[in-house]
């Protein structure tokens, strides 16, 4: 089980900012049957132990002589620095299925793009699961080993995925394939043709309309210019 430590949190509003500047992170706690604590961790700590937990795994909160089994719910980072300045942990019950998305982690290296020169192409990088808060993966890894043509997919159902975990999406979906240079080119290049289609039609209608404007203009003999 991975701990972390958190004390009862007393700043609140814009007094929040002298705890960051001291490598501490406001956070609070919550759920269904946890009354909402003020809580605040140490940066260091924290970041150690999201790198190891991420969003799906229980992490037990000590604060004080009690104990928390949660989940990190939500976390806002700086948009700059990229450092967290806040963090939402939730409790969930154990006893109640809940739906996170879990990161796939992809592993080895596809022959056909190795040997045959071909992209590899990832579809999918989350998976959206349904299960026991205790038995929620950490992360799902992907093999691409296998992708040896550019026939070859790994699908969801190719995952190894533990029993208790549901998949919500479909068992026949692409994770990953490779494809031919060519084709990538092709797909890219694509848009970009219609878009230089699409300007040339537009061009060309807006100039029938300048001439057809200038017809209706143009001074004829029973009717002459007005000065």
């Known amino acids: 089980m991975i701990n972390l430590e958190a004390k009862i949190r007393k700043e609140t509003g814009k007094k929040v900012k002298s705890l960051r ?71 969930p019950r154990l006893d109640e299925e809940i739906t996170v998305v879990i990161p796939l982690v992809f592993e080895g290296e596809a022959p056909a793009a190795k040997e045959l020169g071909g992209t590899l192409v990832k579809n999918i990088h989350e998976l959206e699961v349904k299960a026991l808060p205790q038995h929620l993966p950490h992360e799902i890894k992907v093999n691409i080993e296998k992708l040896k043509t550019f026939e070859d997919a790994v699908l969801i159902k190719d995952l190894i995925i533990p029993s208790e975990v549901k998949v919500i999406k479909g068992q026949e979906e692409i994770i990953a394939l490779v494809t031919p240079i060519e084709k990538v080119e092709e797909e890219l290049a694509k848009p970009v043709e219609e878009k230089v289609e699409e300007v040339v039609k537009v061009e060309k209608e807006k100039k029938e309309e300048v001439e057809e404007a200038v017809a209706e203009k143009k001074p004829t003999k029973e009717s002459p210019n007005v000065k």
Do not use: C
Not at 32 to 53: D, G, H, I, M, W
Not at 69 to 89: G, N, R, V, W, Y
């Open 21 to 91: 500047k001291k490598g501490i992170i406001p956070a609070v706690l919550y759920g269904p049957k946890t009354e909402t604590l003020s809580l605040e961790v140490n940066q260091k700590e924290f970041e150690k132990v999201f790198r190891e937990a991420g969003e799906s795994s229980l992490i037990q909160l000590s604060v004080g002589s009690k104990k928390f089994l949660t989940l990190i719910h939500a976390l806002e980072t700086d948009a700059i620095l990229q450092k967290p300045i806040h963090i939402d942990f939730y409790q």
